[in-house]
C-alpha cells in the first residue's frame, strides 16, 4: 500500500526517533499493526479538483483576526463552476468527498499562510498554494494571459514590440508555478485511492509533476478554452513539452470534436502520434497507455439559476426591466469587454438592421452588458473605442423615434442601445436574461461561453411552472438565440440562428429574423434547447468525465508501467503483465548455454532503422553475421525480408552460411554452408501463383500510381510479389485519410484475386494470399526440419534445437512469431520437449533450463511477442553479444 508523501514523511521521522520509551523495532511493529486495520490511510474514493483559482470569495477582514487566526474572510463561492461539479461527482460517480487545490485571488502575507490554509482545509475542503506575487504575475499575467491566452485563441504575436511574444522569463515562471501545484498535490494524494480532475490552459504540464511522482496516478484534465489548429499550435516553442503534460493524464477533455480535432492533429504532426476509436471514445495510443480524448461540453446549474429567478432582487429588478422596455423586443448581450468577444461586431450588424429597417428603431431595444476586462493592450483599448463610437452614433441617429422616451434605471432616455460598461451581480444578470426575447453572441473565439444556456434556463422560468406564468413569464416558454458558429455551444443548441460573426450582413439578417419571429417558432427553439439544457448540467459534465476516468484506468490496473525520459519529456510505459523488456545479458546467456540454435532476423526497422530509402548493412554488421553463420550450433540464421531478392543477394551474398527469405516469403535461398555459391533462390508458394499476382498487379498498378499522383511524399515500392504504398514522408493527417481510401479502394476492386491488403506503419502493402514471415518457422521448426537445419556432415550438432530467436518489428512479423508460439509445442517438430517446459518467453522452471524461446519485437507496441527491444541499434548489439559469446565458447556435444 502507497502511503501520502506528508504520511511517509512523518512515519519515517518517527522510526528514525521513536521517541522515549520505543524502539525502531517497536514503531516498525506499531506502524504495520495501524496498516493492518486500516486506520492509516483514508480508503475513500476522493476527487481532488485542480484549478488556478479556488471557488472561494475573500476578502480582508482584520476584525475576524483573533478568531480565525489570519485577517481574511472566505466564503464559498456558489457560482464558481469548480464549486458547482461537486454535487454532481458526489450524486453520480463512486467518489465520497471533493478535494479542491488552487491558488487564492490576493496575496497573503507569509505569516498568515499556515493558519488560512488550515482555515480553509477544515471549513471548506480547500487547499490554497500559495506562489508569491513576482511568480504569480509571470505565470498568469506574463506567460497565461499574456501569450497562452491569444495563442489558443489563434492570435500571434507578429509585431517585434508585442507584449505577446513568447518570453523564456514568463515560461520559466510558468514551468515553476505548475511544479508549485504539484508539490501541493503530492502533499495532500492518496494515489491508490484519489482520482486528480486538472483544468485549463494555466497547469498543461501539471500531469507530468504527477505522472513523475507517481506513475500510476488517476489524472484527468479538462481544457475550458479552444485549442487552435496545429498550424498556430507548433509556433509555440515549447509546443512538444505542453502535448506531452497533457498526454501524462489518462482523459483529456474538450468541449468540442473541433477543439479535440485539432489537438490530435498535433499529436499526430508534433510527435507522430495515431488515434483511434476505442468504445465509441477516441484514444491516443501513447507508450502502451491508452488517453481518452473526451468531447464533453460543460453546463451551468441549473437548481441555482431557477432558484435565482425568485430571488427579492431578481424579481424588482425584472419588473423595473420589463416596465423600461414595455412594447418593445429587447435584445441582449452580455460578454467581457474582450477583443475575442465580437461586441464591435455586433453593434455594427445592429446598426446595419436599424439602417435597413428603421422602422424596427421603436419596436427593439438593444442591452448590451460589459463586464470589466481582464488585461489590457492596445488591441482591446481600439476594440472598446469603436464600441463606444457606434453606441453613440446609434442612440444620436436612432434614438428618439416618433418622439418615443423611455427613461432607463439611470435616467437616461430614448436609447435603442443600452450599453452596461460595469460588472452586474448574478441577480440583475438573471433579471436581463428573463426579460430578454433574443440573447446575441457573436464571439469571434471563444472555449465555451455559457450565457446561451444561462439565458434558456432563465427564460424557462422557476421550477413551479404556475410561480414563473403568476410573474409573467409566457406559456408555453418562449426563446430565441443568436450564436456565432465560433462558440463552443453552438453545435449542441441546434434551434439557434448560427451567424459568422464577421459577416455582418448574416448577423443582421439573423437580427431581423429574430425580430420577426412568431411565438410559436419561438415555443418550439426554447422546448428544444431546455431539454438538452435541462439535462446536461454543470453535474452531468463533472460526472461523465470522472466516470471516464474512473473507466480508463480501472482498465489499466493490471498494466506494468516504468518511467522514462528526463524533465518535461518524462513519459510512463505501459505494458501488459507479460510483456517485458528483453533481458540481453540472460539471452545472452541461454545463447552460450544452446547446443543447437535457430535464429530468425527481420531486416528493415530490425538491423537497420526503418527509413523511406534503402539503408544498407554496414561492414560490421556483415561481420556479426557471418560469425554467427559460422558457428556450428547454429543451425540456422535467416534473415526475414520483405525485401525482392536481388537486393538480399546484393547485399549478403559475401556471408556464407545464411539463409536468405525474401518478399515476405515468397522466395527462399537455402544457406550455402560450404562456401561453393551453388544455392539458388527456390519458390516457396504454389505452382500458378506468379500468374496470380501478374493478374492483381495490373488492377493495383495504375490505382498506387494515382494515389502516389495524388499525394505529395508518398512513394511506391515495387518488390516484385508485393507492392507497398509508403506514405510516411507524406501529411500525417493526408496521407491517413488516402490511406484508409485507398484500403477500401483497392478491397473493393480485389474481391475476386487472391491477394491480402493489410496496412501497416505508414504504408500499406499488398501482396499474394499465403505468403507470409511463418513459411520459415514451418521449415526450420516443423516436422521436415531435419532437411533446412545444418546437417551434421557441415558440421552441425545432433538433437533437436534447444535455442529459439525470432524477432522483428512490424506487422509481418507477427505471423512469425505466431507460427513459433504454436510450432515449440509440436512434439514431431524440430524443438525439445518436456510437459514441464515453459511456454514461449515465459519463465523458466527450476531444473529445466534446457529451452530457451525468444520472440522479440523491435518498440514497445501491441505484440504476440513477449519481449521487446526499443530500437535497431539494441539488435545489433544483442548480435554482437551473440557473436561474443560463440567466440568465447567453444561447441559442445
Known amino acids: 500500500m502507497r502511503r501520502a508523501a506528508s504520511t511517509s514523511m512523518h512515519n519515517l521521522q518517527e522510526l528514525v526517533n521513536p521517541g522515549p520509551g520505543g524502539t525502531m523495532l517497536d514503531r516498525i511493529a506499531q506502524l504495520e499493526a495501524e496498516e493492518a486495520r486500516g486506520t492509516s490511510v483514508d480508503q475513500s474514493e476522493r476527487v481532488v479538483i485542480v484549478c488556478n483559482s479556488l471557488p472561494l470569495k475573500m476578502r480582508h477582514d482584520p476584525e475576524g483576526s483573533e478568531e480565525r487566526g489570519h485577517s481574511w474572510h472566505f466564503e464559498m463561492d456558489p457560482d464558481s463552476?469548480?464549486?458547482?461539479?461537486?454535487?454532481?461527482?458526489?450524486?453520480?460517480?463512486?467518489?465520497?468527498?471533493?478535494?479542491?487545490?488552487?491558488?487564492?485571488?490576493?496575496?497573503?502575507?507569509?505569516?498568515?499562510?499556515?493558519?488560512?490554509a488550515e482555515d480553509l482545509r477544515d471549513r471548506f475542503s480547500c487547499v490554497p498554494v500559495f506562489l508569491g506575487a513576482e511568480l504569480k504575475d509571470k505565470h498568469y499575467k506574463g506567460f497565461c494571459k499574456g501569450f497562452l491566452w491569444p495563442l489558443m485563441h489563434y492570435v500571434l504575436p507578429m509585431s517585434p514590440q508585442s507584449a505577446g511574444r513568447y518570453n523564456k522569463v514568463n515560461w520559466q515562471g510558468y514551468l515553476a508555478a505548475n511544479k508549485r501545484f504539484a508539490d501541493k498535490v503530492v502533499e495532500h494524494l492518496s494515489p491508490d485511492y484519489d482520482f486528480v480532475w486538472v483544468h485549463d490552459y494555466h497547469l498543461m504540464l501539471l500531469p507530468t509533476f504527477l505522472r513523475k511522482r507517481y506513475n500510476t496516478v488517476r489524472c484527468g484534465y479538462f481544457l475550458h478554452c479552444p485549442f487552435p489548429s496545429s498550424e498556430i499550435f507548433k509556433t509555440f516553442p515549447n509546443r512538444d513539452l505542453v502535448l506531452r503534460g497533457l498526454l501524462n493524464a489518462d482523459v483529456v477533455g474538450f468541449h468540442t470534436f473541433d477543439y479535440a480535432r485539432h489537438f490530435l492533429s498535433c499529436t499526430t504532426r508534433l510527435l507522430g502520434l495515431n488515434h483511434k476509436?476505442?468504445?465509441?471514445?477516441?484514444?491516443?495510443?501513447?507508450?502502451?497507455r491508452s488517453v481518452s480524448v473526451k468531447i464533453c461540453p460543460t453546463g451551468v446549474d441549473v437548481a441555482r439559476l431557477q432558484e435565482g429567478i425568485m430571488w427579492p432582487d431578481s424579481v424588482q429588478r425584472r419588473q423595473a426591466y420589463r416596465a423600461q422596455f414595455e412594447g418593445r423586443k429587447v435584445f441582449l448581450g452580455v460578454d467581457d469587454f474582450?477583443?475575442?468577444?465580437?461586441?464591435?461586431?455586433?453593434?455594427?450588424?445592429?446598426?446595419?438592421?436599424?439602417?435597413?429597417?428603421?422602422?424596427?428603431?421603436?419596436?427593439?431595444?438593444?442591452?448590451?452588458?460589459?463586464?470589466?476586462?481582464?488585461?489590457?493592450?492596445?488591441?482591446?483599448?481600439?476594440?472598446?473605442?469603436?464600441?463606444?463610437?457606434?453606441?453613440?452614433?446609434?442612440?444620436?441617429?436612432?434614438?428618439?423615434?416618433?418622439?418615443?422616451?423611455?427613461?432607463?434605471?439611470?435616467?437616461?432616455?430614448?436609447?435603442?442601445?443600452?450599453?452596461?460598461?460595469?460588472?452586474?451581480?448574478?441577480?440583475?444578470?438573471?433579471?436581463?436574461?428573463?426579460?430578454?426575447?433574443?440573447?446575441?453572441?457573436?464571439?469571434?473565439?471563444?472555449?465555451?461561453?455559457?450565457?446561451?444556456?444561462?439565458?434558456?434556463?432563465?427564460?424557462?422560468?422557476?421550477?413551479?411552472?404556475?410561480?414563473?406564468?403568476?410573474?409573467?413569464?409566457?406559456?408555453?416558454?418562449?426563446?430565441?438565440?443568436?450564436?456565432?458558429?465560433?462558440?463552443?455551444?453552438?453545435?449542441?443548441?441546434?434551434?439557434?440562428?448560427?451567424?459568422?460573426?464577421?459577416?455582418?450582413?448574416?448577423?443582421?439578417?439573423?437580427m431581423y429574423r429574430a425580430a420577426l419571429l412568431s411565438g410559436g417558432?419561438?415555443?418550439?427553439?426554447?422546448?428544444?434547447?431546455?431539454?438538452?439544457?435541462?439535462?446536461?448540467?454543470?453535474?452531468?459534465?463533472?460526472?461523465?468525465?470522472?466516470?471516464?476516468?474512473?473507466?480508463?484506468?480501472?482498465?489499466?490496473?493490471?498494466?506494468?508501467?516504468?518511467?522514462?525520459?528526463?524533465?518535461?519529456?518524462?513519459?510512463?510505459?505501459?505494458?501488459?503483465?507479460?510483456?517485458?523488456?528483453?533481458?540481453?545479458?540472460?539471452?545472452?546467456?541461454?545463447?552460450?548455454?544452446?547446443?543447437?540454435?535457430?535464429?530468425?532476423?527481420?531486416?528493415?526497422?530490425?538491423?537497420v532503422q526503418a527509413a523511406s530509402y534503402d539503408v544498407s548493412p554496414d561492414a560490421e554488421l556483415l561481420s556479426h553475421l557471418t560469425a554467427l553463420a559460422a558457428d556450428p550450433r547454429n543451425a540456422a540464421v535467416c534473415v526475414v525480408s520483405g525485401r525482392e531478392r536481388k537486393q538480399l543477394d546484393n547485399w549478403?551474398?559475401?556471408?556464407?552460411?545464411?539463409?536468405?527469405?525474401?518478399?515476405?516469403?515468397?522466395?527462399?535461398?537455402?544457406?550455402?554452408?560450404?562456401?561453393?555459391?551453388?544455392?539458388?533462390?527456390?519458390?516457396?508458394?504454389?505452382?500458378?501463383?506468379?500468374?496470380?499476382?501478374?493478374?492483381?498487379?495490373?488492377?493495383?498498378?495504375?490505382?498506387?500510381?494515382?494515389?502516389?499522383?495524388?499525394?505529395?511524399?508518398?512513394?511506391?515500392?515495387?518488390?516484385?510479389?508485393?507492392?507497398?504504398?509508403?506514405?510516411?514522408?507524406?501529411?500525417?493527417?493526408?496521407?491517413?485519410?488516402?490511406?484508409?481510401?485507398?484500403?477500401?479502394?483497392?478491397?473493393?476492386?480485389?474481391?475476386?484475386?487472391?491477394v491480402d491488403v493489410f496496412p501497416g506503419h505508414n504504408h500499406v502493402e499488398i501482396k499474394a494470399h499465403g505468403v507470409s514471415k511463418a513459411t520459415p518457422v514451418e521449415m526450420f521448426l516443423g516436422e521436415n526440419w531435419e532437411i533446412h537445419l545444418r546437417p551434421e556432415s557441415e558440421g552441425g550438432t545432433p538433437g533437436k534445437v534447444d535455442f529459439v530467436m525470432a524477432i522483428g518489428d512490424d506487422r509481418s512479423d507477427e505471423e512469425m512469431f505466431m507460427a513459433v508460439d504454436a510450432l515449440v509445442l509440436n512434439p514431431e517438430g524440430a524443438v525439445v520437449q518436456k510437459m514441464s517446459c515453459p511456454m514461449p518467453g515465459k519463465e523458466k522452471s527450476k531444473g529445466h533450463e534446457h529451452l530457451s524461446v525468444y520472440c522479440v519485437t523491435v518498440g514497445q507496441k501491441p505484440s504476440k511477442a513477449d519481449f521487446y527491444l526499443d530500437d535497431s541499434d539494441d539488435v545489433v548489439q544483442l548480435v554482437r553479444n551473440f557473436t561474443a559469446t560463440g567466440q568465447s565458447q567453444s561447441p559442445s556435444t
Open 81 to 116: 463552476i469548480y464549486a458547482q461539479t461537486s454535487v454532481g461527482i458526489l450524486e453520480k460517480t463512486s467518489a465520497e468527498k471533493v478535494l479542491w487545490i488552487g491558488g487564492l485571488g490576493s496575496e497573503v502575507e507569509l505569516f498568515e499562510q499556515d493558519a488560512v
Open 277 to 288: 476509436t476505442e468504445r465509441g471514445a477516441l484514444a491516443i495510443d501513447y507508450y502502451g
Open 338 to 510: 474582450d477583443v475575442f468577444k465580437g461586441i464591435e461586431l455586433k453593434l455594427q450588424a445592429f446598426e446595419l438592421l436599424l439602417s435597413q429597417h428603421p422602422e424596427l428603431a421603436d419596436k427593439i431595444v438593444m442591452v448590451q452588458v460589459c463586464n470589466p476586462a481582464r488585461g489590457d493592450s492596445r488591441e482591446l483599448q481600439e476594440v472598446q473605442q469603436e464600441v463606444f463610437d457606434i453606441v453613440e452614433r446609434l442612440n444620436a441617429t436612432y434614438g428618439s423615434i416618433d418622439g418615443r422616451s423611455s427613461k432607463t434605471s439611470d435616467g437616461e432616455s430614448g436609447k435603442v442601445v443600452e450599453l452596461i460598461n460595469r460588472g452586474t451581480t448574478l441577480a440583475e444578470r438573471i433579471a436581463l436574461l428573463s426579460v430578454a426575447d433574443c440573447a446575441v453572441v457573436t464571439a469571434t473565439r471563444d472555449g465555451m461561453n455559457l450565457l446561451p444556456y444561462e439565458y434558456i434556463t432563465c427564460r424557462q422560468g422557476p421550477v413551479s411552472v404556475d410561480a414563473g406564468t403568476a410573474d409573467g413569464y409566457p406559456l408555453p416558454r418562449q426563446s430565441s438565440l443568436i450564436m456565432s458558429e465560433f462558440v463552443g455551444c453552438s453545435s449542441s443548441l441546434s434551434g439557434a440562428f448560427r451567424v459568422n460573426p464577421w459577416n455582418t450582413d448574416d448577423v443582421a439578417d439573423a
Open 521 to 607: 417558432e419561438a415555443e418550439a427553439r426554447h422546448e428544444r434547447h431546455w431539454k438538452y439544457i435541462h439535462e446536461h448540467t454543470v453535474g452531468y459534465w463533472a460526472a461523465s468525465n470522472i466516470n471516464e476516468l474512473k473507466r480508463l484506468t480501472d482498465g489499466n490496473g493490471n498494466a506494468r508501467c516504468y518511467g522514462l525520459g528526463f524533465g518535461l519529456n518524462f513519459r510512463v510505459v505501459a505494458m501488459d503483465p507479460d510483456f517485458r523488456a528483453m533481458d540481453t545479458v540472460a539471452c545472452a546467456a541461454d545463447y552460450g548455454k544452446a547446443k543447437k540454435r535457430v535464429l530468425l532476423i527481420d531486416y528493415d526497422g530490425t538491423l
Open 652 to 754: 549478403f551474398r559475401n556471408v556464407p552460411g545464411i539463409a536468405l527469405l525474401a518478399e515476405h516469403g515468397f522466395w527462399y535461398k537455402p544457406p550455402d554452408w560450404s562456401g561453393s555459391g551453388s544455392k539458388d533462390w527456390q519458390m516457396l508458394v504454389p505452382a500458378g501463383t506468379e500468374e496470380t499476382i501478374k493478374r492483381w498487379r495490373e488492377i493495383v498498378e495504375p490505382i498506387l500510381d494515382q494515389y502516389h499522383d495524388a499525394t505529395d511524399g508518398s512513394l511506391i515500392r515495387d518488390k516484385g510479389t508485393s507492392m507497398i504504398w509508403d506514405y510516411r514522408d507524406a501529411d500525417p493527417d493526408f496521407g491517413q485519410w488516402q490511406a484508409k481510401e485507398l484500403m477500401d479502394h483497392l478491397e473493393s476492386v480485389l474481391v475476386n484475386e487472391q
